[in-house]
């Protein structure tokens, strides 16, 4: 059985950082938000960085896609 593909928001603060980094080592399929790539300091080939902010919708469009958690 294949593992679920995660979305994760607010991947270079605090607490997602943290997050990010145990679905990177558990090998998740994961795609983070963050605002600024350049604080995306993650290397993973499962993980999907998109550039974007909850106070502009159109960039938010289509992240859910193929997304299970």
Do not use: W
Request: glycine share 4%; aromatic share 6%.
């Amino acid at each position: 059985m294949s593992k679920q593909r995660v979305l994760l928001a607010g991947a270079t603060g605090y607490l997602g950082r943290y997050i990010c980094k145990e679905l990177i080592s558990d090998d998740y399929e994961s795609r983070i938000i963050v605002r600024d790539k350049n604080r995306a300091k993650f290397d993973s080939e499962n993980l999907e960085i998109i550039e974007a902010e909850v106070t502009k919708p159109e960039s938010l469009k289509n992240v859910l896609h193929d997304i299970d958690v």
